[in-house]
């Protein structure tokens, strides 16, 4: 179980690791236009999915560095959904 603290509220979330690399998720606040609570993300950036995302939107829009990376939803049943992130390269 991993635990999110933000303005006084705890989240309690399970544990997740990324189905593309591995790695344990870490809880993150999403920023509020999202409308969504505290996910869990793969902070990894040898992550496949990151990785191959970043490939596909380059071709969409040249020199964005945009990617995604792998998120889950705990609101959501643990649904997974993308978050788009500036990638570091
Ligand atoms: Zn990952």
Redesign the pocket.
Known sequence: MVIHEYAGIVTELEDHK?P??G?LMSPWLPPPETGWDVILI?E?NN?S??LGSEEDIAHKREGSHLGCR?ALNPQNGYKPVNVLAVCPH
């Open positions: 990324c593309h690399c790695t793969c990894s992550c999915f990151y792998f």
